[in-house]
């Protein structure tokens, strides 16, 4: 498997306090199975689903223990992370963590864009990334969500050479990227102040493909999450709203259950 193109959502990994915990959770949920810890690595413990990689979980770094909230990160793929975390800085994003070699692996980079979210860079080395996506257990999609598109639009569009088309609706306000084929590789999001609360940070929601959303729903919450919104037909799928039992936020999606026309873009 080759390294994906600049700005192609590559990989997704979490940090939990307790990791057992969203091992088990993860197990429920998606179905997944673990890997042995990486104790190099910082206990870094890939996911799989049937037997490929689909994310990974890893502990708070010694000292960080209850600083940070878990929370999924997206990782978008580049041939050259420097390069990007300067295109990061010039776009008026922060960069979190400096691109860091993770042995022969590759090499990352945290960042933020200008409104907070948080997402990373991945340069590929031998990890190239997903083994499996689009399918049940495993990474489908992927949106911005933000107060301030204005302000997001132009970093993404600059950062990673994307192309852009709003949805055609006066009800929402809503975008999708694309590198230049027809299909889009990234979602953004209105956060409104109905929809929304003021504490709430902007954010990068990850959905996660099921066979059956009402029972994926039905499966986090009796392993101690908590659903947040839905779940809600739509012609993309049926899908809901999550958060995991130590606040990580992702989504779920059955992509063969939708309802209605897909929208125009322009």
Not at 101 to 106: E, K, L, N, R
Not at 160 to 168: P, Q
């Amino acid at each position: 498997m080759t390294s994906r193109p600049l700005g192609t959502p590559v990989w997704t990994d979490a940090m939990f306090t307790d990791v057992e915990g969203a091992k088990s959770f993860y197990a429920d949920v998606l179905g997944w199975t673990f890997g042995e810890s990486s104790s190099e690595y910082g206990n870094y413990t890939q996911a799989y689903k049937n037997g490929k990689a689909v994310a990974a979980v890893v502990p708070p770094m010694p000292g960080q223990d209850g600083e940070q909230q878990s929370a999924w990160c997206l990782y978008f793929a580049s041939p050259d992370a420097a390069a990007t975390a300067e295109k990061i800085r010039g776009a008026g994003g922060t960069v979190l963590m400096e691109p860091m070699q993770v042995g022969a692996f590759g090499t990352m980079c945290l960042a933020q864009d200008p409104t907070g979210a948080v997402f990373g860079v991945w340069q590929a080395g031998e990890h190239v990334g997903f083994e499996l996506e689009g399918e049940t257990g495993s990474y489908v999609w992927a949106e911005v969500f933000t107060r301030q598109p204005a302000r997001t639009d132009p970093f993404y569009t600059e950062v990673f050479g994307y192309g852009s088309k709003a949805m055609k609706d006066d009800s929402i306000d809503y975008k999708v990227f694309d590198l230049g084929g027809p299909q889009p590789v990234l979602g953004r999001m209105l956060m409104t102040a109905d929809d929304f609360p003021p504490e709430i940070p902007p954010y990068v929601q990850i959905y996660f493909g099921v066979d059956n959303c009402d029972k994926a729903v039905e499966s986090a919450e009796r392993a101690g999450g908590q659903k947040v919104f839905g779940p809600m037909d739509s012609p993309f799928g049926r899908f809901a709203a999550v958060l995991d039992p130590q606040g990580a936020a992702f989504a779920v999606i059955d992509v063969r259950t939708t309802v209605g026309e897909m929208p125009e873009m322009e």
